[in-house]
């Protein structure tokens, strides 16, 4: 089979590794820049210093703070407006995930003057983004290395994703001074949905050597650091949880993400379930689901779950797997099932459905019927083994059962 890695993003991380920020705006040949930020974040006095440095360099600055849990269609095209209007030649994003898909977003439709919702799907635009600079403050969506950005359209309740070669970051910088304000519960969130990264990027049926190597590895280093840089203010572990999270979705942008993305993403679209909990969830079963068919890889992945595999079977160790996961979760205070309020009984079979198209077929999911899919119908899906629309549904159902 033939492999491709394509990883363009300059990573500078450590700490104190902010301060670059400046310098390095410069040596993209940045001028104007759009800070796009959230209002908690832009509080922040990393943030204040940030925008010192970028000032410092000759950087005229524009700000846009009002990012929320979602990355808006609505947010980026008025912003995208607006950063032609006053002739902005970069973005810089400092905040979470739905941060830096917004500034991705903002970067995407400047340059390719039309709607983000005409952006979503795989390589819909054809002028490359405007250079951006990421600096994530959590340890958890892997957006400052990524192609994708994940938005809400809000008028058809759908989240789509775009983009392509054209739409990487140029530059990321990972410094662990951005999680010390973090509360614990906020922290676990993304992290969460890093090792779901990570752990979908080693079950994909399209990765490589490449991919594996990086995935393991961000398993094992996120595995290892989140209950010390959750429950303590574990510096190192935190600095881990960053470089694991970037590392991670260097492996799924390249070996593409699986059934837990596929699955939440009806969950996030229509019942508003946020995208850490729909694939941190799902993780388990997703596990469950796809090792068995990759029997080359139960072992490497249970030792990077820290699973002594010694005299288990193999179904045994999958399913130690999956505990192990659960067990994080217990000690992290991530919930392991949904609310019937989060995921209602009655629309479960309709969840499944829409799961259909999967992940990464942007706009085109608007015009998909779900009614159209049966029992057998396989939902689009790069996992390991295929899933059609009843298995997911008796995933579903399981992520609802009492304990
Ligand atoms: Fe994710």
Not at 48 to 71: K, N, P, Q, Y
Not at 253 to 261: C, K, S, T, Y
Not at 326 to 341: H, K, N, Q, V
Request: glycine residues 8%; negative net charge; contains cysteine.
């Amino acid at each position: 089979m033939i492999s491709n890695f394509y990883m363009p993003t300059r990573v500078v991380a450590g700490q104190g590794s902010l301060a670059t920020i400046g310098n390095m705006a410069r040596d993209l040949k940045m001028t104007r820049v759009l800070v796009v930020s959230d209002p908690v974040i832009s509080t922040q006095p990393f943030h204040a210093a940030a925008l010192e440095a970028l000032d410092s360099a000759g950087i005229h600055i524009a700000r846009f703070d009002e990012c929320g849990i979602d990355a808006r269609c609505s947010h980026i095209d008025t912003q995208g407006d607006r950063v032609r209007r006053e002739r902005i030649d970069g973005v810089v994003c400092i905040g979470g995930g739905s941060v830096m898909c917004t500034g991705k977003g903002i970067a995407i439709v400047a340059t390719n003057e039309k709607p983000m919702a005409e952006c979503t799907g795989v390589g819909k635009f054809n002028r490359k983004a405007l250079p951006m600079i990421m600096v994530p403050t959590t340890a958890g969506s892997g957006s400052e290395v990524s192609q994708w950005t994940i938005v809400k359209d809000e008028e058809r309740h759908l989240k789509l994703l775009g983009g392509g070669p054209l739409s990487f970051p140029d530059a990321a910088i990972l410094d662990p001074v951005t999680l010390r304000s973090l509360p614990m519960r906020v922290a676990a969130l993304p992290a969460v949905d890093a090792l779901t990264h990570g752990v979908e990027a080693y079950l994909s049926g399209i990765g490589s050597h490449i991919t594996d190597a990086l995935a393991l590895a961000a398993v094992r280093v996120q595995f290892g650091s989140l209950r010390a840089s959750i429950n303590s203010d574990d510096e190192t572990a935190r600095e881990n949880n960053l470089v694991a999270s970037c590392m991670a979705n260097i492996a799924c942008g390249n070996a593409r993400l699986g059934h837990g993305h596929a699955l939440s993403l009806p969950l996030e679209g229509h019942l508003d379930l946020p995208h850490p909990y729909g694939v941190g969830v799902l993780l388990p079963h997703v596990i469950a689901f796809n090792l068995p068919v990759l029997p080359a890889k139960v072992k490497p992945l249970a030792e990077a779950l820290e699973v002594d595999t010694t005299g288990l079977s193999r179904a045994e160790t999958i399913a130690a797997c999956a505990d192990a996961i659960r067990s994080l979760y217990a000690d992290i205070g991530f919930p392991e099932r949904f609310t019937p309020e989060q995921l209602p009984p009655a629309r479960i079979r309709e969840m499944a459905q829409l799961a259909v198209p999967g992940l990464y077929a942007g706009i085109e999911a608007r015009g998909f019927d779900p009614s159209t899919a049966g029992d057998h119908t396989v939902i689009a899906c790069p996992s390991a083994r295929k899933m059609t629309v009843a298995q997911a549904q008796a995933i579903f159902e399981r992520c609802l059962e009492a304990a």
